[in-house]
């Protein structure tokens, strides 16, 4: 009997299912800086708010790399469906937490797929998410770094919370 | 055409020459291309039949439109439970069949 699936697709099947998962978790990702972004510009925020906006486009992005991958080598990528987004935060501190307790979780959910993909030895998909693997530790250390301005400023004060404002830019550099 | 899992009440087959599917609903015999044998993978893995239990779908049933809507089918809770057992049967078969294929 020929092997129809792999004629047709170049990626294991049940990968192509933890990709559409990671598609979905890329834009709720995406979805909560959008709500992070218009909670400090509300607030005045307007550096932070900026870096989320960034953020949202990127996490989009990433999703979109996948989406595409999968695609391109013959599965079938799903739109993704997203609901329960917080709105509501206490302080910019609890917005950059939050933030980097959910880029941990796509760095467990991209290692995840990577170990089902060495499992299978499905090195296309593997090879693909190296770079996934490299850019989830620069995003987690980009928000460890804001935290730390937290650490250096007391953010209890107006002047204080304008001043980690102002240096969230640089968090990037 | 050779045929890769039964359920009780379905069966579903490859066919090499057409390099497509075909599941057999008892009533009616469905083709499939891959991406659509795919689709179908999904609506049937994306039913939750506890929620036939639950009070959640009081009707008890799931309505499944195949290959680009030129197929609908109306099933009732136990048609689900046993088309989810062929799903997994046949995507099992499959993997199977690529494992035969590649080490040999």
């Known amino acids: ?81 997203v609901s329960n987004i917080l709105h509501e935060y206490n302080s910019l501190e609890e917005i950059f937490e939050s933030a980097l307790d959910q880029e941990i979780a796509i760095t467990k959910s991209i290692h995840n797929i990577v170990y089902k993909c060495r499992k299978i030895q499905d090195l296309t998909t593997e090879t ?9 530790m620069e995003e987690e250390q980009m928000m460890r770094r804001a935290l730390e301005l937290f650490d250096l400023i007391d953010a209890n004060n107006k002047p204080g919370l304008k001043l980690i404002d102002e240096r969230i830019p640089q968090i990037r550099e | 055409m050779k045929r890769l899992y039964s359920s009780q009440y379905f069966t579903s087959f490859q066919c090499d020459r057409g390099r497509c599917f075909y599941v057999d609903f008892n009533h009616k015999t469905v083709k499939f291309s891959f991406c659509q044998l795919l689709a179908f993978r999904q609506q049937v893995k994306n039913i939750n039949p506890k929620s036939h239990f639950n009070g959640e779908n009081k009707h008890g049933f799931e309505i499944l439109m195949l290959c680009n809507r030129e197929h609908i089918f109306i099933l009732d809770t136990v048609d689900i439970l046993d088309l989810q057992e062929l799903v997994i049967g046949t995507f099992g078969m499959l993997e199977l069949n690529s494992i035969l294929s590649t080490s040999v």
């Not at chain 1, 998410?129 to 850019?135: A, D, G, P, R, S």
């Open chain 1, 1 to 81: 009997m020929k092997d129809l699936v792999r004629q047709k697709l170049s990626i294991h099947v049940e990968v192509m299912d933890l990709l559409n998962n990671q598609i979905r978790k890329e834009a709720q990702s995406s979805s909560a800086y959008l709500a992070m972004a218009s909670w400090c510009d509300h607030n005045g925020l307007i550096y932070s708010a900026e870096f989320f906006y960034a953020q949202a486009a990127e996490e989009r992005e990433h999703m979109m790399k996948i989406f595409r991958f999968i695609n391109d080598n013959g599965g079938t990528a799903y739109s993704p469906e």
């Open chain 1, 128 to 136: 693909f998410l190296q770079w996934f693997v490299k850019e989830q």
